[in-house]
């Protein structure tokens, strides 16, 4: 292997060591070296994974794709997020993990035939199993449709990827990295330790490349969050807005569910009840926090109420991003939460589970990629790509070139705008989106487009309705 | 048998929308009201339109003062069916520029395609036939609906019941042109007063036919009790002030959540809701289509007729069908075979009742299409690849997980070794069942219903309806219709009260 190929599969595979941990270094690459390095990383993983995944080779087979001279080549070979579902549900159901199993496996580069799921009592038993057993870390969705979504990160993928959080979230574009890339600073985590929700495994590995020892890792839940409790919940609130009923489950289920629902009402006094401690013990201390708006908002209010303000010293870390789904924020979420902590201001950022690709938002208000992971913006109807030039809208598709053990392609359900050409005066060299992003289910037909046809769309505004009440 | 299937450009040219923003004027008890205009539409996929302010407009909506239906009681049921059948033949599309011009714009807004659309236009005159009327008046019951009809009760009442009107408001449904019509007709021969509220997929057809009515007899009190408006559901600026019982009685709500969740808060005494839910309906093959290839033939007409007629838009189209192929090995290369036959079947039914689907097959379909066709082990895609609509194979006993969203002529086989295993899956969002052959239907039918199944047909005939006849589990007309009762007793016939008799009366010793 030559000197090249080496330092192009270092960049995609371990980016984060590759650009030394600097935010800097890795943002400010020259553009035409970054589309060199994506073409050329493009082609490499093609080559390696085209056959060595079972539904990607069925695919590029089908469309009879045999190599890839530019990056819109790829395109249709870019995953839906269908592919991580397309399993029938009863298997999930009836806890056919041999078969689940069987079928992740065609999603990876990775002999899963080892794993042994007799006697597989559900989910969260799946789960450590895989851990256990296999060089996955497996996570899910949230289950509210009724079913999970899998994905099937190598454990060594996930580590590399986990990594460049650290540098993303700590370091300051524009400066020399610190001498230590671990900030080792105290993590207050609103939610569970654990559990099989992408955010939730991510926990393990902020314990160790951002908090740098378990006990500066503090979870307003320190346990884990059962998969099952959640698959089921699902399940049960998608089947009522489908007017099914739910026939087999267990009964010791059923009361383990009702325990959880109880617990899950609880949740937000348990993470306000959290929030007073630390605001006790570590008090003037440097902390470090993300959440989504909803969650930090109302600690905020209610922090506020009980007369906790400037909480925690001024260069804390405050991080946000995404939307809570269906929900807007009040004009003034950030000051509160500012006033709160006592920082100056809220890193937001954008990203999903599918892809490994953090993207901060710039000083000049724009969300920047990282140079592993191409961008795409396609037409939302036609699927085609639309021009790589000047300002483009449409769906979002990425190819994430760090995964070596599954495929990086994936079209999201975004709607972005990209710039392409024009530098961003914040000096960060790569293509960047505008902050207001949206999801394209949340652009649903007319209001009152009335069909009495049953179809998705009446069940999804009747999951919205039945959660509203 | 090669297929040749025609390349679907989805119709593009109806995509952007017409040149110029249309009007849909509100025609209100015999006039019609074209000013005050306020622009509407215009977003994810919905043309835009001018429709006068609804905020102007909403006082003069109703007809408040209930006294005001006497009129529609000067006028006799064969007169009303005289001006039913006359409307009929003015609405004649080749002759009424209002029906041609909402038909060439629905083009634009309905989920179906102009072939289909232009047809529907052609064949509404067929509901306003004399004998379709008649049948339609017989559901009700003609003597309820003309005068007072004697029932004598045991215990010794004579009763004497009639079924008047009320004041009801419509929110009907945009899938087929249809639907206004006999909304229309289903108001004049109850003597009701209607006040249609026109859906986003077709704010103009009501309106065409009303505007028609004017021509013909502004006068008339059947023209005098129709009102049709557009506003956006949920306005409630408009529905806080529309929806009372003092304007109010009764509201017909087409749909789901979209149009009943705007609904139910208003919902009180005095105010009732017949809701016509969104269904998906299913159908049945049982094992004799795979006796030999003429029978297999036959079941694959009729599979396709009632998931590719009129596009798979209407509620009564299947999207899933159960086959009592067998479940095993050989039981999925029979259901296989089946469906290519589908397939086929499907993309030479007549251009008149079924075409490739506006706009292609809808995108997170096509992404669950995609990742269904590479896990070959429990699924095979026949079709799709260009937007013509697919036949999903499941290799296990159970509906593909996306089953809801399946429309844009996308159907899913699911085997089965006995008819009755798929009893399981039927509930009350089940509307249409079509059955193969025909003796299955008498060991079914019961079953079905008590499970939730509403409409049990033939299968191949999912599409093709009879307003006369009960609709999701409803008997609509007569659900309509205010029914009153006038009791006569009498002390020799039955024990008064005040002399002691009981809540139900019973005659003195």
């Known amino acids: ?469 | 048998m090669a297929t040749t299937f025609i390349a679907n450009d989805g119709y593009g040219m109806y995509k952007a929308g017409p040149a110029g923003t249309p009007i849909a004027p509100s025609v209100i008890r015999g006039k019609v009201i074209a000013d005050s205009l306020v622009e509407f539409g215009g977003r994810n996929g919905a043309i835009k339109f001018l429709a006068p302010d609804p905020h102007k407009i909403v006082e003069m909506l109703s007809v408040k003062d209930p006294t005001k239906m006497a009129d529609l009681y000067s006028i006799s049921l064969d007169e009303i069916v005289e001006y039913l059948v006359a409307l009929g033949d003015a609405l004649a599309l080749k002759k009424n520029a209002r029906m041609q011009e909402a038909c060439e714009l629905s083009y634009y807004t309905a989920p179906t395609t102009p072939p289909l659309l232009k047809r529907q236009f052609e064949e509404i005159d067929q509901v306003f036939s004399r004998i379709s009327l008649e049948e339609t008046i017989d559901s009700v019951g003609r003597a309820y609906l003309e005068g007072w009809v004697e029932r004598r009760m045991q215990g010794g009442k004579v009763a004497h019941i009639r079924a008047f009107g009320a004041r009801a408001l419509h929110i009907i449904a945009g899938n087929g042109p249809a639907l206004a019509a006999v909304t229309i007709i289903r108001n004049a021969i109850t003597r009701s007063d209607a006040i249609i509220k026109a859906p986003s997929n077709d704010p103009f057809t009501a309106g065409a036919i009303a505007r028609t009515m004017v021509d013909m007899a502004p006068d008339h009190p059947i023209t005098k009790h129709l009102a049709v408006a557009y506003w956006k559901g949920g306005d409630q600026e408009v529905e806080q002030q529309l929806y009372q019982p003092q304007n109010v009685e009764k509201i017909v709500a087409w749909g789901g959540f979209a149009s009943v969740k705007h609904v139910t808060r208003y919902i009180q005494p005095g105010l009732e809701l017949i809701s016509l839910d969104p269904k998906r309906s299913i159908s049945i093959v049982g094992p004799e289509a795979f006796e030999n290839d003429a029978s297999l033939d036959e079941a694959a007409q009729r599979v396709a007729s009632d998931v590719g007629c009129h596009n798979q838009e209407g509620c009564v189209n299947a999207r899933v069908l159960y086959v009592c192929s067998g479940t095993d090995d050989n039981g999925i290369a029979r259901l296989e075979k089946l469906g290519e036959r589908v397939y086929e079947k499907m993309m030479q039914l007549p251009a008149l009742v079924s075409t490739p689907p506006k706009g292609g097959i809808n995108p997170e379909l096509k992404s669950h299409l995609t990742a269904t066709s590479v896990n070959d082990e429990w699924f095979r895609v026949i079709g799709g690849d260009h937007d013509e609509g697919a036949v999903i194979i499941s290799k296990l006993s159970e509906p593909v997980d996306f089953a809801p969203s399946l429309t844009n002529r996308v159907a899913n086989l699911v085997p089965l070794d006995e008819p009755e295993d798929m009893l399981p899956r039927v509930d009350a969002y089940c509307q249409t069942v079509g059955v193969y052959p025909e003796s299955l239907v008498m060991k079914l039918r019961d079953k079905l219903s008590v499970h939730g199944a509403q409409r049990i047909v033939s299968l191949g005939y999912a599409v093709s309806a009879n307003v006369a006849l009960p609709q999701d589990a409803l008997e609509v007309l007569r659900r309509m219709c205010k029914w009153i009762v006038n009791e006569y007793s009498k002390p020799d016939t039955v024990l008064p009260p005040w002399l002691g008799g009981g809540l139900f009366s019973s005659r003195p010793e």
């Open chain 1, 1 to 469: 292997m030559d000197k090249l190929s080496i330092g192009l599969r270092d960049s995609i595979t371990d980016p984060t060591q590759y650009f030394g941990w600097s935010v800097t270094k890795m943002l400010s690459i020259p553009r035409a070296e970054i589309d060199k390095m994506q073409l050329d990383g493009l082609r490499l993983r093609f080559n390696e994974l085209r056959d060595s995944i079972d539904v990607l080779k069925k695919l590029a087979d089908k469309q009879n794709i045999k190599e890839i001279t530019s990056v819109d080549d790829v395109i249709p070979l870019l995953f839906p997020h269908t592919m991580y579902k397309a399993y029938p549900p009863s298997l999930l159901q009836n806890n056919r993990f041999d078969q689940i199993t069987k079928w992740l496996s065609k999603l990876t580069t990775h002999d899963l035939s080892g794993v042994d799921t007799e006697g597989c009592a559900g989910i969260d038993d799946w789960l450590d199993r895989m851990d256990a057993q296999s060089p996955l870390v497996v996570s899910h969705t949230s289950g509210t449709t009724g079913t999970f979504s899998f994905l099937p990160w190598g454990k060594d993928d996930f580590d590399r990827r986990i990594k460049h959080y650290t540098v993303m979230f700590f370091q300051k574009f524009g400066e020399p990295r610190p001498d230590d890339p671990i900030p080792n600073i105290h993590s207050l985590n609103l939610n569970y330790f654990t559990g099989g929700q992408m955010l939730l495994r991510q926990n393990p590995l902020f314990v160790r490349y951002i908090a740098g020892s378990p006990e500066r890792f503090h979870s307003a839940v320190p346990g884990r969050f059962s998969s099952d409790m959640l698959y089921l919940a699902g399940r049960l609130r998608a089947a009522r807005a489908k007017g099914e009923v739910v026939r087999d489950i267990n009964p010791s289920l059923l009361e383990r569910m009702r325990n959880h629902e109880l617990q899950q009402k609880h949740l937000p006094e348990q993470i306000q009840e959290f929030l007073l401690e630390k605001s006790k013990t570590l008090r003037g201390e440097r902390i470090w926090v993300l959440a989504t708006w909803n969650v930090l908002h109302s600690a905020a209010v209610q922090a506020l109420a009980a007369g906790q303000r400037q909480v925690f010293a001024s260069d804390s870390v405050v991080l946000s991003g995404g939307g809570a789904k269906g929900m807007t924020p009040p004009a003034d979420w950030q000051e509160k939460v500012l006033e709160f902590i006592g920082v100056r201001e809220i890193g937001m950022s954008y990203g999903m589970s599918e892809v490994a690709g953090c993207y901060r938002a710039c000083e000049k208000g724009y969300y920047h990629q990282v140079p592993w992971v191409i961008p795409f913006v396609l037409d939302p109807d036609t699927g085609n790509p639309l021009p790589r030039t000047g300002v483009q809208t449409g769906r979002a598709a990425f190819f994430d070139l760090l995964p070596t053990a599954h495929w990086g392609g994936f079209i999201s359900g975004d709607e972005v705008t990209i710039h392409w050409d024009e530098p961003c005066a914040c000096g960060r060299t790569t293509t960047y989106y505008d902050m207001n992003i949206e999801r394209y289910s949340e652009k649903r037909g007319g209001d009152d487009k009335i069909t009495c046809a049953a179809t998705a769309d009446a069940h999804e505004e009747a999951l919205d309705f039945l959660s509203s009440i």
